[in-house]
């Protein structure tokens, strides 16, 4: 079968929101909450030349579609006419190895869903081959290298020099994902971090921190420099890129301060203010919330930062900012239905919690909870905070919980339970026990008077419930620790931490060797079992030889972070359901965003549509960047999880230009 490629291109506009695309119907439980709003992303189509002789393409199940529709996929050469690759609808997978290409030509895929019912191709979804609207991703150029990732090029800051004569340069570091201009493709959001950026509890200046917008071809979009009053380092600036508003437009939100220039060249308060002290602290001045425009990198509302540090912010528990200057940030759907902003300041000693919903052009506050605000009950929740915060709908009632670290908060602000063992460096949350459907925690601690007899614990994510634990009398600081499906011989998930052992999620011990990788997860061969990410390093845990085998590096990438070695991003990103690892090059010019090329018969809605999901990547780069799960137990063994109970945003109508 063959389609002119112009004949087609009237159809790039059009484009649908809850189209029907053969859509069986939601689950019984999940109509009995009214959908979430979600993104309305196209359709994801990515090839790669995998081999001298053969491509690889992959593209998403959307979460509006039905599980089992089928799809046809079609290759156009140097712009011609579209030829269907199929024999017969793809119906077990949503990957595909195309070996006839001529890569001596350009070569463009495209995909169009198919009825089960009636064997017809359906009008929803994406064109199956306008060139006016293909992207980067699914077109292969005459030549194109055998490499499996997307280069991404990058315009690098300017370096400098602080008042006391040490020089900067700047690494990309953390990133994030959203649809900045409506177009159902994500961009690509990165944070410049300088050379002398410090964690709060050293002294010294830093130099600026920027915020850059790209889009997957590298086309540049804004650059917010948030000045000299916000101070460089992985505590200090956790920014969201989100649809908050439903308009189709991501937004981007952090914290700012006096001298922040937005991406329009507008400043934000007083240009000239300079609040670092003599140490390079900023312990003084004003402190700000912005929404910025995603596709302009305009700053639409500025507020007040909730809760503000109070004087020299001794009363978090030092006078030098390395207690009150540590921020957390996340989105959750608090009322179930839309995403609300949550803003958090302290985690060792008081920690305080605000959340904000942008409606309408308008910031307003939605709630906020404080350990120290003289609420019966809210003292336990004092010191009990993580490097991160999690978020998912832990006790079933359709509303987004906030997991912060040893306690939950609750929808509507309020405290849901604290287990009192206290701070620590790293958590998960998913459903990790298939026995069940309720999700459970895993979390690592650090101080030994305070976790007593749980150094490292699994708990039940809804109660709080200590389901097992293991003494760190002589453990101290447990500092690592990471939840997976990494052994099909035991039901469930499989966790370790750099201390103890491996065990199951009945708290059994499988063996005494664990994977020395304990930093970060990624899906990426063609198995449900989920893959160790280290550094620039994929590798799979072999539970008979109990080592790690390497699977894919790359020796000219760098992570991030120091010690936590983590990518800049990892996610569903695009393609299939396995996900997508955003690295930088060590010369800084290019994110690389690698896709497997590894062929899988599993398929599985986008994981970008399962709402506990998206809100982690969102999250990702917040303090110790954590690895996302999703709100379904996704391992060796699982059951297909339901159609997401979700509608998408309406996308902006395009205009083709012929």
């Known amino acids: 079968m063959s389609l002119n490629i112009k004949s087609l291109q009237t159809l790039g506009a059009f484009v649908i929101t809850g189209c ?371 978020v998912g709908d832990v006790d079933g009632d359709g509303r987004d919980e906030l997991i912060y670290g040893a306690a939950a908060i609750d929808h509507d602000g309020k405290g849901l339970y604290s287990t009192g063992l206290g701070h620590g460096d790293a958590q998960h949350l998913t459903v990790m026990d298939p026995s069940g459907k309720d999700m459970q925690v895993w979390m690592v601690h650090e101080g030994p008077k305070q976790y007593r007899d749980a150094a490292i614990e699994f708990r039940d994510a809804r109660t709080g419930r200590l389901i097992f634990g293991r003494s760190g009398e002589k453990w101290g600081d447990v500092g690592r620790g990471v939840a997976a499906d990494i052994d099909p011989r035991t039901p469930g998930y499989e966790m370790w931490a750099s201390r103890g052992a491996l065990y199951d999620c009945k708290g059994n011990v499988v063996s005494e060797k664990m994977p020395r990788q304990k930093n970060f997860l990624l899906w990426w061969d063609g198995d449900f079992l989920r893959e160790l990410l280290d550094d620039v390093t994929i590798s799979k845990w072999n539970w008979k030889t109990e080592k790690s085998d390497v699977l894919f590096t790359d020796a000219e990438c760098d992570s991030n972070n120091g010690t936590k070695a983590t990518p800049c991003l990892s996610g569903d990103i695009f393609g299939d359901w396995r996900e997508e690892v955003i690295w930088r090059t060590k010369d800084n010019r290019e994110l690389r965003i690698y896709t497997t090329t590894i062929p899988t018969r599993h398929r599985l809605f986008t994981l970008m549509h399962d709402r506990q999901y998206r809100t982690a990547i969102a999250w990702q780069n917040t303090a110790y960047n954590q690895p996302p799960h999703p709100s379904f137990y996704l391992g060796e063994g699982m059951t297909p999880p339901p159609q997401p109970n979700i509608q998408t945003a309406r996308k902006l109508t395009r205009e083709l230009k012929e």
Not at 367 to 378: A, E, I, K, Y
């Open 20 to 390: 029907a695309l053969g859509v069986s119907g939601f689950s019984a439980a999940a109509q009995a909450s009214p959908p979430s709003l979600m993104e309305n992303l196209d359709r994801g189509v990515v090839a790669v030349r995998a081999t001298e002789s053969g491509a690889f393409v992959s593209w998403r199940l959307l979460g509006t579609e039905a599980a089992d529709v089928a799809f046809n996929i079609y290759r156009s050469t140097d712009g011609g006419v579209l030829v269907k690759l199929n024999k017969t609808p793809l119906t077990q997978s949503t990957n595909f190895t195309d070996d006839t290409a001529d890569f001596s030509r350009s070569n463009t895929y495209a995909i169009r869903a198919v009825s089960r019912d009636t064997g017809k191709e359906l009008p929803c979804g994406d064109t199956p081959g306008d060139t006016k609207t293909a992207t980067v991703l699914n077109t292969l150029p005459a030549n194109a290298p055998v490499r499996q990732y997307i280069p991404v090029p990058l315009r690098i800051p300017e370096g400098g020099t602080t008042p006391d004569g040490v020089a900067y340069t700047y690494n990309a570091n953390d990133c994030s994902v959203g649809d900045l201009d409506g177009d159902g493709e994500y961009e690509i959001v990165v944070k410049w971090d300088p050379t002398n950026s410090h964690d709060n509890a050293h002294d010294g200046y830093t130099g600026n921190v920027y915020l850059d917008a790209y889009k997957l071809d590298g086309t540049f979009f804004w650059r917010i420099d948030l000045g000299r009053n916000i101070r460089a380092g992985a505590h200090y600036t956790q920014f969201q890129v989100y649809d908050l508003d439903g308009d189709g437009i991501a937004e981007v939100a952090c914290k700012t301060a006096d001298g922040t220039v937005d991406g329009t060249g507008k400043i934000i308060g007083d240009a000239k203010a300079d609040y670092r002290n003599g140490r390079g602290r900023i312990l003084s001045g004003p402190e700000y919330l912005t929404v910025f425009n995603g596709r302009t990198g305009a700053a639409m509302a500025t507020v007040d930062y909730v809760p503000p540090r109070g004087g020299d912010g001794s009363g978090w528990g030092d006078s030098r900012g390395n207690r009150s200057d540590r921020f957390l940030a996340c989105v959750a759907y608090l009322d179930g239905q839309r995403p609300s902003l949550v803003m958090c300041r302290g985690y060792y000693t008081r920690a305080v919690i605000a959340a904000w919903d942008w409606r309408d052009g308008k910031l307003t506050q939605r709630w906020v909870f404080d350990s120290d605000d003289g609420t019966p009950g809210n003292e336990s929740y004092r010191g009990q905070g993580a490097h991160s915060v999690l």
